[in-house]
Nanobody, 123 residues
């Protein structure tokens, strides 16, 4: 599956951004979707994941309560609503897809990746 992330940009601390990931293909509802982020010199960090039905979600500790993942299987999209942004949220954000039904928090479990979108939070 091909993934295209969008919605990144520059925002002040405390603000909000909504990232979106569009996918190709007719089997979107068979993929667990995830969002990860990465800063230079660091490993890719888990942000959020959502099950194929959208019923089950999981979040990284650093974003829990501020970020919310959702998906629209009719539109083949997965979104990440980011609220109360902090400078430490600055990173390139990637959407990813994983075949199967179980949500997964490790980047190693994902088969396909988008190109990434830059999020910069100023203090």
């Amino acid at each position: 599956v091909q993934l295209q992330a969008s919605g990144g940009g520059l925002v002040q601390a405390g603000g909000s951004l909504r990232l979106s990931c569009a996918t190709s293909g007719r089997t979107f509802n068979t993929y667990v979707m995830g969002w990860f982020r990465q800063t230079p010199g660091k490993e890719r960090e888990f942000v959020a994941t959502i099950s194929t039905t959208g019923i089950t979600t999981s979040y990284g500790d650093s974003v829990k309560g501020r970020f919310f993942i959702s998906r629209d299987n009719a539109k083949n999209t997965v979104d990440l609503q980011m609220n109360s942004l902090k400078p430490e949220d600055t990173a390139v954000y990637y959407c990813a897809a994983r075949s199967g039904t179980d949500i997964y928090r490790s980047a190693l479990g994902y088969d396909s990746w988008g190109q990434g979108t830059q999020v910069t939070v100023s203090s």
